[in-house]
């Protein structure tokens, strides 16, 4: 994929994560050679020395560049989750619409893993923007939320609905976990959007925010990426292991929310924790040896 690159948007807490998603997408040979920028306000990440092997520059957000996330409205944003510059740390991600030289960008959050393949020859279609349709997480509860009103068939019916990839798909906004970005959505001129748009209107995450923003970038083509790209693990907890086994050979980006193996706390681990905490296992050497050699590069 000629003229992409990564961007990723952490702090210190997703670096263990990272690492075991960038060995996934090594062994299913996925997104290789491509640069990988890193936007962080965080020193731990600016100095930590796999970060520094692995990424092709690292972009720092000192005070200067946290200024302007300072105006977005953050009323509805709980008081736990805000920090000093934004609402919520998660409006640095307003940074990935950024010009910076390249024709694509592709933003994953490190929270994931590589499960199979990705189709490049589809993330590089032309469409300014590619991502997942958030799927609404009432329809998948999970652990000690209520069940009563759970519809199998109704849930069932939005995650099969996003099976294949659908041009201009009507629906909710998109799950910003997972987004590809080209041309027209690439610019200052849609960042300086996303932060005009998040200070005009409270927003409740910088997810629905993101999706104002994708609306508002003029003749702006979007496709609809299959729930695949972006599969939360809510839906898979939700509707069993029977149901993650029959599409394992499916899923391409396993997304680890809500429920970090790395964070477990006192929560009993289940299959999908498992898994992740296999991977990473398996990772360990091949960490180490990027780590020390100071390169992704053979």
Known sequence: MNDTAIIFVMNW????PLKVLLYSLYKQNSLQNIPIIMVTDDKRVLHDPFVRAVCHSIEFMGEEELAPFSSIRGEKIAEKSKVAFAPKYTFLKFSIFKERGFKRHIFIDAD???LNPLDEELLAADYHVKAMKEVASSHFPIRAEDRSKFNEAKSLASVTRA???QENAPGTGINSGFV???NGAISDD???LAISVASSEAFGAEQPATSEVIRRIPDCKFLELPIWYNARRRVFESLGETFFDQ???RIKLLHYTPGKPWVLGDRTPDYLDKLWLNWEQDSLEWVDHVTIRGSLSA
Do not use: G, S, T
């Not at 807490?13 to 263990?16: D, E, H, Q, V």
């Open 190 to 192: 849609v960042f300086d």
């Open 180 to 182: 590809v970005l080209e």
């Open 163 to 165: 099976f294949e990839p």
């Open 247 to 249: 599409h394992a050979d």
């Open 13 to 16: 807490k997703y670096i263990r």
């Open 112 to 114: 994931m893993l590589c």
